[in-house]
């Protein structure tokens, strides 16, 4: 399942491109795609950090389809100021606001073999907060949380509900 792998980097690649465009001095990358244990590594320092935290099969509405891949994806702000962590989360948080259905015709650089991704912000309880930020190891960092559902173009390994 390539598209696995294919997927979260374009989601960043995405983010990366809209967040430059707003900023006044050229930057390294703002968002890098890593495991979030690794914060502390000075590689992941003053940026974005996105990791896919869950992978999992979500059933299809109509029992005729086939279930559909779901990727629960955070974005945590390791940034040593607040603000500017912020900031680049609220930059985040509007480009996927945006743009919560992508596809080859409204996306540049858009995955192949993909039809679409719809994209949701989730609201997790306190408690899910909690586990959540433990189990990737970024209490405290300010972040935001999303359901990807990849709906690939129909060759049989998921198809669209529609």
């Known amino acids: 399942m390539d598209v696995i792998e294919t997927i979260p980097q374009f989601l960043a690649e995405s983010a990366c491109r809209a967040i430059l465009a707003h900023l006044e ?19 992941f320092g003053d940026r974005l950090v996105m990791s896919v935290y869950n992978i999992r099969r979500e059933p299809a509405a109509d029992a005729a389809r086939p279930a559909l891949v779901v990727l629960d994806v955070a974005i945590a702000a ?11 989360i609220a930059r985040v948080a509007a ?10 015709e409204t996306m540049p650089m858009f995955p192949a073999g993909v039809a679409r991704l719809d994209i949701e912000m989730v609201s997790l309880t ?16 300010p972040g935001v949380f ?3 559902r990849p709906i690939l173009a129909v060759d049989g390994s998921f198809a669209s509900p529609k």
């Open 25 to 43: 001095t050229q930057q390294s990358a703002p968002i890098v795609l890593a495991s979030l244990r690794g914060r502390n590594d000075e590689r």
């Open 78 to 88: 390791n940034y040593a100021s607040h603000d500017t962590g912020l900031r680049m």
């Open 95 to 104: 480009h996927f606001e945006q743009n919560r259905v992508m596809s080859a």
């Open 126 to 141: 306190p408690a899910d907060l909690a586990h959540v930020t433990g189990m990737l190891g970024t209490g405290g960092l």
């Open 146 to 148: 999303y359901r990807v």
